[in-house]
């Protein structure tokens, strides 16, 4: 049974990949420092699966404690979440972004080179199309120019830092997934996205408005150049996006190799709300606000590499999404 350690795996896509990896017959371990995650999540997991998988609560940043994990583990590959993902916040404290993304990854891959584990996959973003992001990007879109926030740099230095560490260990096998927008919930209700502090995402954002803690939806400008004036994104749920990571396990080689994982399909922010309202029953509340800056009209994936390479294909719609984040949400 291959042994597989998922950092960041109490959070919430990490969750999800836990679950499908354990269905799957995975013999799964996770690592995470419980920065944007809670402990609960260990018992949800064995809910749904019946498993609950070993834990180590350990931050990739406390080297001798992370080398005690990987001298035990007998790990055969890496599945690696952990990072920090609030854009505005690594506006503010870019050094906590650097050092925790790109100096815990190296933290990570000194582990994996000194105890011979040498199977990757990484947790990347279609952020790292920055300024060259477009209705469809495509894996051969540029990286690296215009990313306009700290986290996003980060994302790209890891990519770098990964080709490089394939290029002088011949044997080291990493496969990059660029995620477009990560949403839903588990079908069970059981997990799902659950950030602490304040989210700048939408539908962590939609599900506040909707639990009343937040008292409207600010959707920023609907004056760009789309069907409805306002910005489309390619929103794939989380299960699906789960599945992806099986399909990139199963297929690393030697090297590094990229994947976009999206749908195709693009929704407007207007789309959304009434996705949510559809599933809810509940009129949304929305005002329309400037528009945020940095944000693109239309960001979607050409996720054709990864259906031909992979064989992967998103298969549940915004629609699965929002009655499994309404379950989610009742159940919390
Ligand atoms: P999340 O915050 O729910 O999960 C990340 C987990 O990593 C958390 O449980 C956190 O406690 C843990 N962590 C952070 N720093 C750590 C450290 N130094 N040591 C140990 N654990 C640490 O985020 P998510 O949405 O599940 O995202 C997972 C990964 O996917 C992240 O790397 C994120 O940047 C990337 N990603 C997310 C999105 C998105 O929209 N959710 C999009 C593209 C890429
Ligand atoms: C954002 C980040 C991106 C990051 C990604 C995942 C910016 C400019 N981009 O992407 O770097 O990789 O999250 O973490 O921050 N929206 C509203 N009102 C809200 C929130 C969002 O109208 O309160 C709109 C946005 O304008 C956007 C869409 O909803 O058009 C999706 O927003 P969001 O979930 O933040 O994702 P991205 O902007 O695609």
Known sequence: MEKVLVTGGTGFIGSHTVVELIQAGYDVEILDNLDNSKISVLDQISKITGVRPVFHQVDLLDFPKLSKVFSKGGYDSVIH???????????????????????????????????????????????????????????????????????????????????????????????????????????????????????????PIIMKVSRGEIPELSVYGNDYPTFDGTCIRDYIHVVDLAKGHLLALKKLRPGASVYNLGTGQGTSVLEMVEAFSRASGRRLPFRIVERRPGDLPVICADASKANAELGFKAELTIDDAMHDTLRYIAAY
């Open 81 to 203: 979440f952990a990072g920090l993902k609030a854009v505005a916040e690594s506006v503010e404290k870019p050094l906590k972004y650097y050092e925790n993304n790109v100096s815990g990854t190296i933290n990570l891959l000194k582990c994996m080179l000194n105890n011979e584990v040498s199977r990757l996959v990484f947790s990347s973003s279609a952020t790292v199309y920055g300024a060259n992001s477009s209705d469809s990007c495509s894996e051969k879109t540029p990286t690296g120019v215009g990313i306009t926030n700290p986290y996003g740099k980060t994302k790209y230095m890891i990519e770098e830092i990964l080709k490089d560490v394939c290029a002088a260990n011949p044997d080291f096998s990493v496969t990059l997934l660029r995620y477009f927008n990560p949403i839903g919930a588990h079908p069970s209700g059981l997990i799902g996205e659950d950030p602490n502090g304040i989210p700048n995402n939408l539908m």
